[in-house]
């Protein structure tokens, strides 16, 4: 190994080394023992797991420390902000261990949604970070799409791509088909459970991708559009176009697909999408940043409450501004079709 990777390999350790038992946060529904299992090499996530599973639990959230600084610095590439800190526990969720049982948090922000929980996957932990992609993303939405199904729509791509469509299973937009896909192009649904309006906006987004819009510039039109925003004016925003033209020429494209809406890709747009998120000059300073803080305060003897902070800091003045809306913190739980349960009112 080289100097330099032995140097960062050491900072690294070091870093976990700091983070001795931290006291984990108030979940929005696991109440059982909070194992600490560890932090990324960023100290932007910390990861706990429900001790009671045993190894292969335990072997989920090893691999999500190792992988979470990636899916971090990619979710700040699509939304082109820099997210805040967060907790993960890896627990059986709805009692499964095969990622099935979901995902959950509660705010759609860094302040009401950083205690974030995911299904235990035993023996495939890339569900694991899909999922944890899924509510990462929901954090990044600043507030707003908060229990919207353009949201969930841009969550589960977000998921998708960063998790190597890991998730495959949770697919919607052929149940929008069967149903007779109805139009949530110009009426957004104000839940994010229906298997219908989130499988309409999945197959909606995969055809923005297909013309060219990538998932870096859709998410953060979305995001500004904010509830009230629907995917016909999206659209709109990112061709130029009549926004009254998206349903017409959305129908016809799905119409000449020759296999149908088989999964949540029809237009087969995930390469495209994967090959045009590039982490952007502003997201490599962001993370010099923070790993510049960190070595710092590891170099002066500090403990893990003080090198939080620094990151907390480093990120701050750098941090893009967005229109944050109002976000009640109830929760935002990711489900498969057929486990979709009622949404509390808002």
């Known amino acids: ?86 907790n993960v526990i890896v627990f059986a969720l709805g009692g499964a261990t095969d990622g099935s049982g ?11 949604g950083a205690a974030i929980e995911v299904c235990a996957s035993f023996g495939n932990s890339a569900r694991v970070s899909a999922l944890f992609e899924a509510e990462l993303s929901e954090c ?34 052929p149940q929008w088909v069967q149903d007779g896909m109805p139009d949530f192009v110009n009426h957004t649904d104000g839940t994010d459970q229906s298997a219908d309006s989130t499988g309409c906006g999945v197959a909606f987004i995969s055809w923005l991708i297909s013309l060219g819009h990538g998932l870096e510039k859709i998410a953060p039109a979305m995001v500004s559009l904010g509830d009230t925003g629907t995917l016909a004016r999206l659209y709109g925003n990112l061709t130029g176009d009549d926004p009254k033209q ?19 890709d029809p237009f087969e747009a995930m390469a495209q999408a994967r090959r045009l998120l590039h982490p952007s000059p502003w997201t490599a300073e962001v993370t010099n940043r923070v790993l510049a803080a960190i070595v710092a305060d590891l170099a002066a003897g500090r403990q893990a ?22 976000c009640q913190p109830h929760s935002r739980r990711l489900l498969p079709p057929g ?6 009112k808002r």
């Open 1 to 86: 190994m080289s100097q330099p990777l032995k140097a960062q390999q050491a900072q690294r350790d070091a870093v976990r080394s700091r983070h001795h038992n931290p006291r984990p946060p108030q979940w929005p529904s696991y109440r059982g023992t909070s194992h600490f299992v560890g932090a990324s090499p960023s100290g932007r996530v910390t990861v706990f797991v429900d001790p009671s599973l045993g190894k292969k639990a335990l072997r989920n959230a090893r691999d999500l420390v190792s992988d979470a600084d990636r899916v971090v610095s990619a979710n700040d590439a699509i939304f082109g902000t820099s997210g805040g800190p967060v």
């Open 102 to 112: 979901g995902a959950d948090h509660m705010g759609c922000d860094y302040a009401t």
């Open 140 to 173: 990044s939405m600043n507030g707003n799409l908060c229990g919207e199904s353009t949201g969930e729509a841009l969550s589960r791509w977000c998921a998708a791509v960063v998790g190597h469509n890991a998730l495959a299973d949770f697919v919607t937009a």
């Open 246 to 264: 998206a349903w017409s020429k959305f129908q016809h494209a799905i119409q000449s697909l020759p296999d149908g809406v088989t999964d949540d």
């Open 305 to 326: 409450e003080q090198i939080l902070a620094s990151v907390r800091a480093a990120m701050a003045p750098l941090a893009k501004p967005a229109a944050a809306a109002t």
């Open 339 to 344: 486990k979709a349960r009622r949404r509390p």
